[in-house]
């Protein structure tokens, strides 16, 4: 597979490379500049195959064959858990991503790139340093957990994120290093900054990022929305709407490299009050105001960093930005969507999916299909959940495990040259 810098076509890297080098020259992100699409036969048998197989056979044709020889082995140990096609409404069904082991979408990208980064990584220590205003660090820091030759460093704000995030980072132990620094996300974030700028303590630690910005983590999840379809009865799916709540727009940039690939689909944006995207498709004037906090904290972006992706392949493919619809809630109309989902069939969503199923429905054409992703299990947002419902919600055996462990964590002010001291001293580099 060879991508191209989006910045500066001059430099162009394998998967491999890419991987390891996560972003390109000036900050241009990795992007192939042609997707070859299944024959149509093809798309057929693979919809008959299990997750498995079938992520195994588009990773590989996305790949290539001459790189990376340990894919077929990666994806079966990353992929070991379900992501089902539940009905929510009528004509309405969630694709649930969150059935893995930190409940969010992100273990299969994250879970995917740790494995990969474990094969290629040559015999070099690797230290994956990330800053976290809570999921993703959680999912990150179990992915990487027990993997040989990698250790996960992961900095979040003390008292800012949620006792049940805190349990799911801090309490692995092993390769993976916990630290709460007196401050908040921002600093965290600069921290982090300040380490990848630093070129001597860079080499010396084999510094490397987890973040969404990485194509291994984008390529894992273009494999859920076959799966999604392979689910769908045989006659429902040639026209099918997918509805994805977007934040950084990787989720969506991979729905729309499996329709690049040949799936039969369009796709819905669905964006909280901070909506750049939605305005621009109406006025084509990018104008990012400040960002607002809402209840779909993960969706809190007004600069989404996988949007000049999304664009390119838009272009790639010669569709036209027309052809997405989309749709943006307020806090309000968020728990309206999920009180009337939930009065009218008992299904339970959580702010993220409660907007794309909004946006679905605003969107849908008759006879459609409507598919919107479950990108984090409602427990997760458990408080928000069960005052908007008024339910109790039981918590899953994934977070009921984690709750009655110690955490084990260094606690720090956001000073560079402690995080240093600390970094060399506990990995012994
Ligand atoms: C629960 C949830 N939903 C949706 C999103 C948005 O996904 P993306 O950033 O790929 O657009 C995120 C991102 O972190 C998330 O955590």
Redesign the pocket.
């Known amino acids: 597979m060879q991508l191209f810098n989006l910045k500066d076509h001059t430099e162009s890297a394998s998967f491999t490379k890419a991987v390891l080098q996560g972003i390109g020259r000036g900050q241009g992100l990795f992007f192939p500049d042609r997707i070859e699409p299944f024959a149509e036969k093809e798309i057929e048998d693979l919809l008959a195959l299990p997750l498995v197989p079938r992520s195994q056979r588009i990773l590989r044709h996305l790949i290539g064959g001459d790189e990376l020889s340990e894919l077929e082995d990666i994806v079966a140990d990353a992929f070991n858990f379900p992501a089902p096609l539940v009905k929510a409404e009528e004509d309405c069904w969630c694709l649930q991503l969150f059935r893995g082991p930190t409940l969010?979408?992100?273990d299969f990208g994250a879970r995917f790139l740790a494995r990969v980064l474990g094969a290629v990584r040559n015999g070099r220590h690797l230290t994956i340093l990330t800053a976290t205003s809570g999921?993703?660090g959680a999912a990150v820091a179990g992915a990487f957990h027990g993997q040989q030759g990698i250790d996960v460093v992961v900095m979040y704000p003390k008292g800012k994120i949620t006792p049940l995030q805190e349990k799911l980072i801090a309490t692995l132990g092993g390769n993976v290093h916990a630290i709460e620094v007196d401050s908040n996300f921002d600093q965290c974030q600069d921290l982090v900054k300040r380490a990848f700028d630093d070129q001597d303590f860079r080499e010396r630690i084999g510094l490397n990022s987890a973040n969404?910005i990485n194509i291994a983590r984008l390529l894992a999840q273009v494999t859920y929305y076959f799966e999604a379809v392979a689910q769908l009865p045989v006659e429902r799916r040639g026209s099918v709407l997918f509805s994805?709540?977007?934040?950084?727009?990787?989720?969506?940039?991979a729905g729309l490299i499996a329709k690049a690939l040949g799936l039969k689909c369009r796709f819905a944006i669905a964006c909280n009050v901070n909506d750049t995207v939605p305005r621009y498709l109406k006025s084509g004037k990018w104008d990012p105001h400040p960002t607002v906090q809402t209840l779909?904290n993960?969706?809190d972006?007004s600069r989404?960093n996988?949007w000049p992706r999304t664009e390119a392949l838009v272009r790639m493919e010669g569709w036209s930005l027309d052809d997405f619809a989309c749709g943006s809630l307020t806090d309000d109309e968020t728990e309206q969507s999920m009180r009337e989902v939930y009065a009218k069939t008992g299904y339970i969503t959580?702010p993220?999916?409660a907007i794309a199923l909004a946006v679905l429905k605003a969107s849908k054409k008759p006879g459609e299909a409507g598919i919107f992703?479950g990108?984090?299990h409602p427990a997760?947002f458990r408080g928000d959940v069960e005052r908007i419902l008024g339910t109790r919600l039981p918590l899953p055996m994934a977070l009921q495990q984690v709750i009655g462990r110690e955490c084990e964590k260094h606690e720090m002010k956001p000073d560079y040259e402690a995080l240093k001291d600390y970094v060399l001293k506990t990995l012994r580099l």
Not at 244 to 253: A, K
Request: overall charge negative; some cysteine.
């Open positions: 969010a979408f992100k999921d993703t969404s994805v709540p977007c934040g950084n727009f990787g989720d969506i940039t779909s993960a969706m972006i989404p996988n959580e993220h999916a992703l990108t984090a997760k």
